[in-house]
């Protein structure tokens, strides 16, 4: 399993980091068997998963139930679990209890929160002392879409762009190992990277970031319907897997599903009452 050492590395080196989402077993043992480099147990299991609206429905509970699964299913490579709308903003004991419980229960080695707000700044910092690594997510954070007024690109103009790079600077100073840095340009994505020594995971944020991160889903077009502009799907899933379920239902319809093949025979008939 990578450390937080060999992460910080990979930047030094320029070699890049995958990161994959995951949301329950089997989608765990196919990211640890292809070598993705981090899992993400993201809150958008809300969304593609559990078929909520946005990610502000999930709770702490949810997070640690799918987690839980994941670590079962890719015990060996480096997991990150975010944490859930409003888990980390009623005040920094209840922050810290709902992060002692996912990280404990789960045994994720990160948990990522969104923003850089001051309460948000000292939670890296609290959590990293208390030894929990600490992911940021800046740009497009999607647990605030009904403030920022839809899933829009960040960071378009110089106010903006400028506090995106403020705030990555900012999470660093405080510990975060590491920023997924979510829809913003892909020129000032790269200067964020420039700027801050810990790894900068991109998605929608051009190639100049150390490393990226899609949704499992996404990638495989598996039971999403749009996909946003920064995703390229690398299969149809949602065609092959419609096709194999029509041919099974019209096998079982017209009786050529199942044959001897799937059936338990008899050896010796005369045991039949
Ligand atoms: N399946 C899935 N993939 C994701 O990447 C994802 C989720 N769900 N759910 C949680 C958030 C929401 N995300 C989203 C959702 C939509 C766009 C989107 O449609 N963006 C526009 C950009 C619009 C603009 O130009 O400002 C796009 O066209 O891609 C972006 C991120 C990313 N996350
Ligand atoms: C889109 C990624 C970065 C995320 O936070 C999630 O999957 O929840
Ligand atoms: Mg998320």
Avoid: W
């Amino acid at each position: 399993m990578l450390s937080r050492l060999d992460l910080q590395k990979m930047k030094e080196n320029k070699e890049k980091i995958s990161m994959l989402t995951a949301y329950d077993y089997p989608s765990a043992k196919a990211a640890e068997k292809s070598g993705v480099d981090m899992i993400l147990v993201g809150d958008s299991l809300g969304m593609v998963v559990l078929g909520y609206s946005s990610t502000v429905q999930v709770t702490v509970e949810d997070m640690i139930h799918h987690a839980k699964a994941v670590r079962r299913g890719a015990p060996n490579t480096y997991t990150v679990v975010d944490m859930p709308f409003m888990s980390y903003h009623i005040s920094i004991e209840e922050s810290l209890t709902n992060a002692r419980a996912i990280f404990q229960k789960t045994e994720a080695q990160a948990l990522k929160v969104e923003g850089a707000s001051k309460e948000v700044l000292e939670l890296i910092k609290r959590l990293t002392e208390a030894g929990i690594p600490v992911v940021a997510h800046l740009g497009l954070t999607p647990q605030s879409v009904n403030v920022l007024g839809g899933y829009k690109v960040q960071g378009k103009d110089k106010e903006t762009a400028r506090k995106l790079l403020d705030d990555s600077v900012k999470v660093a100073e405080h510990g975060a190992v590491s920023i997924v840095l979510e829809c913003v340009p892909k020129e000032l994505a790269e200067i964020i990277t420039k700027e801050v020594n810990i790894p900068t995971i991109g998605i929608g944020a051009g190639a100049d970031c150390d490393g990226q991160v899609l949704v499992y889903h996404d990638i495989l077009k598996y039971g999403v319907d749009r996909l946003p502009k920064f995703v390229k799907p690398y299969t149809d899933f949602n065609k092959h897997g419609e096709e194999a379920v029509k041919s099974y239902v019209s096998e079982v319809k017209n009786g050529s599903f199942p044959t001897d093949a799937q059936s338990f025979l008899m050896k010796d008939k005369s045991l039949l009452p």
